[in-house]
């Protein structure tokens, strides 16, 4: 019976010492995962902060240079930003009503929406080719006929 004693004292010891430790990994993760929600509150009071000095920028109070330089690096990609959406709006022939900022087809000439006279649209500007150097260009030494653009020619190698 000592033996059987002895055994099942050893297993009971190691069941606690596995529980024991079960029970400390446990604790350590849900303290890790603690930290990381700690840790992302300050990233989101860092974006706060940071919110809060931009906009004391953009209402004319005195910021370091170090912050300026930041700024105006905000501002550079918010020019970008807006240069992006402009693309956008045209090639989805559409623009904004000067009076209302409603989006509208390009083409009409009042808002839908507030009645507003919308400015006449600027013509496109013509392409810089000519229609003669859109077409195939023919060599005049061999009368082959070149690609559009080129500046030789495909067969003698003749300037076109």
């Known amino acids: 019976m000592t033996l059987f004693d002895s055994f099942t004292r050893k297993v009971t010891d190691k069941a606690r010492a ?3 430790k079960s029970s400390e990994l446990v604790e350590a ?7 990381s929600v700690e840790e992302d509150k300050i990233e989101k009071l860092y974006g706060e902060i940071g919110k809060a000095v931009y906009e004391s920028y953009c209402a004319g109070k005195e910021v370091s240079d170090e912050v300026r330089e930041l700024c105006d690096r905000i501002e550079a990609h918010f020019a970008a930003i807006e240069d992006m959406k402009k693309k956008i709006m045209e090639l989805s022939r559409i623009k904004k009503c000067p009076a209302c900022g409603a989006e509208i087809d390009l083409d009409v000439a009042f808002c839908p929406r507030c009645g507003e ?3 006449e649209p600027e ?3 013509e392409p810089e080719e000519t229609r003669e150097e859109q077409g195939p260009k023919v060599c005049a030494s061999c009368g082959t006929e070149n690609f559009p653009g080129s500046n030789f020619c495909r067969e003698c190698g003749a300037k076109l």
């Open 18 to 20: 596995a529980a024991r």
């Open 29 to 35: 993760t849900k303290l890790k995962m603690s930290i």
């Open 117 to 119: 006279k919308q400015p």
């Open 123 to 125: 013509p496109e500007p």
